[in-house]
């Protein structure tokens, strides 16, 4: 079975560049507090390491 991540948006889109925006989206987060859950896959991982500062991972069992 494989793992989910669990992504939580923590600060504010504004200041963030375009592909920061697009990420984001890609995603799937929209405001501050937001939280989706995502497989666990490299581009997944190289999506939130993009957005680190911005997002909090936790792993969803």
């Known amino acids: ?3 989910t991540l669990k992504i ?3 600060k504010s889109r504004n200041g ?3 592909r920061q925006l697009d990420t984001l ?3 799937g987060l929209r ?3 937001h939280t989706v859950e995502q497989q666990d896959s ?3 991982r190289g ?3 993009a957005v680190r500062h ?3 991972v936790e792993e969803a069992a």
């Open 31 to 33: 405001k501050i507090g």
């Open 1 to 3: 079975m494989s793992t």
């Open 42 to 44: 490299p581009q997944m």
């Open 16 to 18: 963030a560049n375009q």
């Open 25 to 27: 989206r890609s995603i």
């Open 54 to 56: 911005l997002v909090k």
């Open 8 to 10: 939580t948006q923590t």
């Open 47 to 49: 999506m939130v390491h």
